[in-house]
């Protein structure tokens, strides 16, 4: 980009919904901030000569603490639901001394693995509405 805008990283975002792409900044063309709160970001105004590259990262945040939010697609948090009750009914199956509570627990936690299994392994990325990879987008004219 010819830029007056000394970190151009600092001072632009983007974002993608759908098939728009939205490249927005809070600076002026000058490399000024904004200081208007509703006009804080706006529409980039620099020339964009040689295309834009976008790098980010699809990996999710590992899980360190007990109190840490799980970073999951928001398609499989049902998934997510069922596997914890499969491996909840499984271990409550392994505690219980009453054979017919073991025998309830163990049927309840195979139906929550047939549908985790269901959701993920069966069906994939079917069932999603995000997945990672390569995305192209092609824009309208910037001028």
Partial sequence: MASNIAYPDK?????IEGDKFALITNVDSTGTARTTARKT??????????????????????????????DLDNSLHVSLVDYIKHRLYLDKAGSSGDAGVTQASMSIS??????????????????????????????????
């Avoid at 139906?111 to 390569?134: I, M």
């Fill in 41 to 70: 970001w706006k529409a980039i105004s620099e020339a964009v000569t040689d295309g834009v590259l976008l790098h980010y990262y699809g990996e999710p945040n590992k899980v360190r603490s007990i109190n840490d939010e799980i």
């Fill in 110 to 143: 195979m139906n929550h693995e047939k549908k985790f299994k269901d959701a993920v392994a069966r069906y994939g990325t079917r069932k999603r509405n995000k997945t990672g990879g390569t995305r192209a987008i092609v824009p309208s004219n910037f001028r």
């Fill in 11 to 15: 001072s632009a975002t983007w974002y």
